[in-house]
Structures are given as structure tokens and as C-alpha cells.
């Protein structure tokens, strides 16, 4: 049993660690902490929104990391951004405490940064942190990432809970087409919105868009014009479910551009909820999903292609049928709950047997 684990993630997030969340409830775990430390971002939303509550959670991040600096023998588990200017901070934490580096990144190699480096031997000292640590990937290219600057990485998938997140037998008369996500252009929301406008689709055919961001405003307007419907942003997990247990198919037609999607946990919601996905080839994506067994992996920006496939699978209800299965299956024998809280069980064990 681990007293405290202390998560230090840069938003929060606590959606990654739901598997943490598990242990916890089955006492390997006594308390989870959470600390945000993008301290700068918390203070100028607080500003900006006149917020207390915002402000009462900064002031407790700001309370809390520094006491977590002043202590030694904690088990913390750091979600930094490669090459984040934090590294010093992060360097006095791994020398006083059990820590493991979380990441999604699989770009190590100086091609691309989510940060790039502020000082010149800002990457030595991240190489020289990530050396002999322990470190969980959340996709096999990022734990090769790690891995190629000397750390022993452990490849830990992000978790679904497939109790709630599963098929049910209730659908809509129509033919629901679903995106679930941030409505950005890294999420392929451009490609999609033109490929709804240039094609007629039949009867009863609707593409639901579940999320907020920019695109917002340009789907309200096509719901006047076009099979659109636009549910808002949702983050209760019972009610995102039962959105998705009505559709007949997720798409998610991302693109790896400066920024990447590291993985894609709609995805594993959708196939939990017996539904096949159309999805892109991107980093996370592609490990994920298996091309024609649980849903199609297509070219990034192929508006063509995109279109094609889910033609093919809303008149296919036994191809439909087949790949949700394939995908319910995935969904509980790898990306379950249970099951991913069993690898982070091992590799804490692991943590605290060297440590």
C-alpha cells in the first residue's frame, strides 16, 4: 500500500489517471493529491474571469508545491512537457523523492518541441533527468522517446471505464454520425465540416458534435442548413456515454501538425460503447485502432477517403456490427479500467522496490 501519491501535472488532467483513481478506491493507494503548476495561466484566468474559486485553486497550487519542495521520501508522478523550463524544480524533486515522468510525447529527437528550450543546456539537463528514471508512456513511440534518452520507460495506456462507458441496445431511428473532442483544427474540424457541405447524405442522417472551441460558432450556423447538431460540451461521464450508445459511429480525423494527438481517448469510449470509429493515422491513433477490424485508420487531411468510409459503414449494419464488437472486446481486455490500473500498480511497485 502507497500512503500519498502526489500527481504535479501541468493542467490537472484528471481524466489520465483514472486508473489511480481505482487503486485508491481499492486501498493500494491511501490519498492522490493533484497540483497544477501552470501557475502563470491559473493567475491570469483568475484576473481575466474575476473568479475566487479560480483564484482560492491557485492559491492552493502555489500553497501546496512549495511545501512539496521543502519534502522528501513523496511518490510523485510529473506530467511536464518536454523540455518545460520547470526542469531544475523537477531535477530537485526526482534527487529527494520516488518519482515517475508521465508523458505522451514520442518526439526526443529536437525535430519537434512542445516547448521549445529557453537556455542552451536546457535539453542536457532533461536528459540527464530522464536518465535511470522510471517513466510511463502513454503510447509505445512515446515510452521509445523516453527510452532513447536513458529512461525505463513502462507503457501504460490511458483507461476507460467500461461500467460505464458500453453498448446498449437503444438507438436512434437516425444515422448518427459522432465527433467527440475539442472543435480545433488539430482535430481534423475543417476537413469535416467541408466534407458534411460538399456531399448529400441520406434520410436521416446526422453528425452530432459533442465539445467547445472555435468551430463552434461556424456548427451552429450549418445546423440550419445541414444534417448538424451541435450538443455542447459535456463532461459528465453518464451522459457522454449515453450520447455515444446512440450513435453509429465515431470519427476523430485528426492531424499531426506541431502539435500531435498522443493518443485519443474518445476512441477507446466509443469502441467501449460498441461502436466502430473512422480515425486518422496519426501517432496516437493508429496504435490504438486496427485498420478494417474495429473501425478504419485513414491518410491525415483525406477528405475523400473520410467520406468513403463512413459511407461504407452506415450501409453496412453487419460491418457495423462486427467491428463494435472487435472494439468492445479491445476496450475490455486492454484499455478497461481494471486493466490498466493493474500495469500502474506493477510499475509503482517497481518504484518503491528501487527506490
Known amino acids: 500500500m502507497v500512503p500519498k501519491i502526489v500527481i504535479l501535472h501541468e493542467y490537472g488532467a484528471p481524466r489520465h489517471f483514472i486508473a489511480l483513481d481505482y487503486l485508491q478506491k481499492a486501498g493500494f493507494i491511501g490519498e492522490i493529491q493533484s497540483l497544477e503548476f501552470n501557475l502563470l495561466i491559473q493567475i491570469a484566468r483568475g484576473m481575466r474571469h474575476f473568479s475566487g474559486k479560480k483564484n482560492s485553486k491557485t492559491f492552493y497550487n502555489i500553497k501546496e508545491i512549495s511545501k512539496l519542495f521543502l519534502k522528501k521520501d513523496q511518490f510523485v508522478i510529473i506530467g511536464a512537457a518536454p523540455y518545460d523550463p520547470i526542469i531544475p524544480l523537477l531535477q530537485r524533486l526526482k534527487t529527494r523523492n520516488k518519482v515517475i515522468y508521465y508523458t505522451s510525447w514520442p518526439f ?3 525535430d519537434r518541441y512542445v516547448k521549445k528550450p529557453l537556455f542552451l543546456k536546457q535539453k542536457d539537463v532533461w536528459a540527464d533527468f530522464l536518465k535511470d528514471l522510471v ?3 502513454v503510447t509505445e513511440a512515446a515510452c521509445r522517446g ?9 507503457h501504460i495506456p490511458h483507461a476507460v471505464d467500461t ?6 441496445s437503444t438507438k436512434s431511428e437516425k444515422s448518427i454520425i459522432l465527433f467527440v473532442g475539442s472543435l480545433i483544427p488539430r482535430k481534423g474540424i475543417p476537413m469535416l465540416l467541408d466534407m458534411i457541405r460538399a456531399n448529400k447524405w441520406p434520410d436521416k442522417t446526422e453528425f452530432w458534435f459533442v465539445g467547445t472551441g472555435p468551430f463552434k460558432s461556424q456548427i451552429l450556423t450549418m445546423t440550419k442548413r445541414y444534417p448538424v447538431r451541435y450538443m455542447g460540451y459535456i463532461s459528465n461521464d453518464q451522459k457522454l456515454a449515453s450520447i455515444y450508445q446512440q450513435a453509429n459511429l465515431l470519427v476523430l480525423p485528426s492531424l ?4 500531435i494527438e498522443n493518443f485519443g481517448i474518445v476512441l477507446i469510449e466509443a469502441m467501449a460503447c460498441g461502436l466502430p470509429v473512422v480515425t486518422t493515422d496519426c501517432v496516437g491513433p493508429k496504435e490504438i485502432v486496427r485498420d478494417s477490424t474495429d473501425g478504419y485508420v485513414i491518410s491525415q487531411g483525406n477528405k475523400e477517403q473520410l467520406r468513403e468510409e463512413i459511407v461504407q459503414l452506415l450501409e453496412n449494419p453487419r460491418l457495423r456490427m462486427a467491428m463494435g464488437l472487435n472494439g468492445r472486446k479491445k476496450a475490455e481486455e ?6 490498466i490500473a493493474s500495469r500502474w500498480e506493477n510499475v509503482i511497485e517497481v518504484v518503491q522496490k528501487n527506490s
Open 163 to 168: 461500467q460505464i462507458f458500453k453498448p446498449t
Open 108 to 110: 526526443w529527437n529536437g
Open 334 to 339: 486492454i484499455y478497461s479500467v481494471q486493466k
Open 256 to 259: 499531426d501538425g506541431t502539435d
Open 146 to 154: 523516453v527510452e532513447s534518452l536513458g529512461s525505463h520507460a513502462f
Open 135 to 137: 517513466s510511463v508512456g
